[in-house]
């Protein structure tokens, strides 16, 4: 049994928008991830989505407002909620998500699960 | 709907072993610890157990060996398997926990749940 290395594992990949799976918890992937640019307008039905931003900014829009977020700073979209994350530049991002879950909220559009 | 920044949760109290609440996902309490010295034995036999250090450095004890976390490191505990957090200085460590976890894996002896 041994740490993850946030830092160590962002190193390895620099597409943006493409998750990589580092870990697990109590039926949860732990995932990391690179955004820069605007992703899709989404929502979870079944999930919240976690969002801990590593470093750089990011902002996640929702149908009311925005999110304004940088190193150290939370944002949990709860279950149902239409968001659009967004970041002008690259930001490093740990998600949490139950296992399986479509980061677009719909399995044909989702990026491919991968394990790191 | 706001940003949770860890930085800034974690200036308002200053004890040790002490995790506040800071947030939800999913059934799970988001807490924010300060640690040093010494915890104790225990598990949790229902949840694994999720370390992050923010900053500063931590060991979590295993019956088999130890684990080194520094900044931007995870740990998960297992469910059911014993380990004891100890910490040589301050460090500052964001957990999950189902909610309603005690700290030390039994009600009797828990921290309070404290929510900021």
Same mark, same amino acid.
Do not use: Y
């Given at each position: 049994?041994?740490?993850?290395?946030?830092?160590?594992?962002?190193?390895?990949?620099?597409?943006?928008?493409?998750? +990589?799976?580092?870990?697990?918890?109590?039926?949860?992937? =732990?995932?990391?991830?690179?955004?820069? #640019?605007?992703?899709?307008?989404?929502?979870?039905?079944?999930?919240?989505?976690f969002f801990l931003?590593?470093?750089? /900014?990011?902002?996640? /829009? =929702? /149908?009311? #407002?925005?999110?304004?977020? #940088?190193?150290?700073e939370i944002f949990v979209?709860?279950?149902?909620?239409?968001?659009?994350?967004?970041? $002008?530049? $690259?930001?490093?991002? =740990?998600?949490? $998500?139950?296992?399986?879950?479509?980061?677009?909220?719909? &399995?044909?559009? &989702?990026? &491919? /699960? +991968?394990?790191?």
């Amino acid at each position: 049994m041994k740490a993850i290395n946030l830092a160590d594992k962002l190193s390895t990949f620099a597409e943006h928008w493409q998750p +990589r799976v580092v870990g697990q918890f109590n039926g949860h992937d =732990l995932l990391v991830v690179k955004v820069k #640019g605007e992703f899709v307008w989404h929502k979870h039905e079944d999930t919240d989505d976690f969002f801990l931003v590593l470093s750089g /900014r990011m902002s996640i /829009r =929702l /149908r009311d #407002g925005v999110v304004m977020l #940088g190193p150290g700073e939370i944002f949990v979209v709860p279950k149902g909620v239409e968001h659009c994350p967004v970041a $002008e530049d $690259e930001a490093h991002v =740990l998600l949490i $998500e139950p296992q399986g879950t479509p980061n677009t909220g719909n &399995a044909a559009t &989702a990026a &491919a /699960r +991968r394990v790191i």
